[in-house]
């Protein structure tokens, strides 16, 4: 498969087609409010697979009271449901039939 990541105590390593890039990789809850969990996507393409991005955290909501989410960020799965090739609308879907909280795998690529 493209992607392997990797856990490890301080980082994961994610094997992207035939480059390798370091990051971290860690889990959050975000309670869920009437306005969603606070934060908008975009979708990015690494060889033949899709990821969904924080484009950005929207001030005042769960997100950003929460703090660990930053653009960049790619969600890997949101309570045990993986995101990896998920479209756009597929995420929107399964967002809104989250119950009150939910549990993300995230992964921040290293920025050096």
């Known amino acids: 498969s493209p992607i392997t990541i990797i ?19 860690f889990r959050i809850k975000l309670e869920k409010s009437s306005e969603g969990f606070g ?5 990015t393409y690494m060889g033949n697979q899709s990821f969904i991005r924080i484009k950005s955290v929207i001030p005042d909501t769960p997100a950003a009271r929460n703090g660990c989410l930053e653009e960049g960020d790619i969600l890997l799965e949101v309570s045990g449901i993986s995101l990896i090739n ?8 399964a967002l809104s039939n989250c119950p009150d909280s939910a549990h993300y795998r995230v992964y921040r690529p290293d920025t050096i």
């Open 86 to 93: 998920m479209t756009e609308p597929e995420l929107s879907i």
């Open 39 to 43: 934060f908008t996507t975009r979708t």
């Open 7 to 25: 856990n490890a105590e301080y980082g994961t390593t994610a094997k992207v087609s035939d480059s390798t890039a370091v990051g971290m990789e």
